[in-house]
């Protein structure tokens, strides 16, 4: 699945680009084919009526709580569901707090553009993605299964993204 999508992803980048459109690219579907999705779009944009610049938005996929601790816990509910996810096998789903082995499936391997911590954590891990991926927007994806924490992981998203000032992104097109 990876690899279809790593074919249309870099299609509809050169596509998007040439025909001066914004792009956005599901970093938490095809992680690994992030980068060579962003260089072919901004390589093959052209400024049109829609857009004088490359835009760009990619999704991070982010678990925020209270602490690093708490974050990882929520993560681990939801390591059942990723490692099938990934490796395309069926894996027993859990209703609590699962553990199991960390060599199948981690989201540091899989999800190398994960965010999950504390909002000192997240805030870093967002910086840091804005800084790799040049995106002019962020979509945060998460996976949390207890509804409140899902709700209080955004609510801790959007507090950390109304503070991060920084420069609008520069087009690497020219």
Known sequence: MTHLATVFGVVSAA???TLGLP???ASHIAPDDLQVALHTYRK????????????????AFIIAAETDTQ?????AS???ILMQWFRKT???????KVTTPTAAATPEQDLPYAIVGSPETVRSGIEAMVRKTLADELMVVTLIRDPAAARRSYEIVARICRNIT?????????
């Not at 069926?90 to 609590?96: G, I, Q, Y």
């Not at 920084?166 to 020219?174: D, F, K, L, V, W």
Request: aromatic residues 8%; without cysteine.
């Open 15 to 17: 596509l998007a680009g």
């Open 23 to 25: 792009f956005s690219y």
């Open 44 to 59: 093959n944009f052209r400024a049109s009526r829609t857009l004088q610049r490359d835009y760009t938005m990619v999704s």
């Open 71 to 75: 974050a990882q816990d929520l993560l």
């Open 78 to 80: 939801i390591r059942p």
């Open 90 to 96: 069926s894996v027993p789903l859990a209703t609590d």
């Open 166 to 174: 920084r420069e609008p992104a520069r087009s690497t097109t020219g």
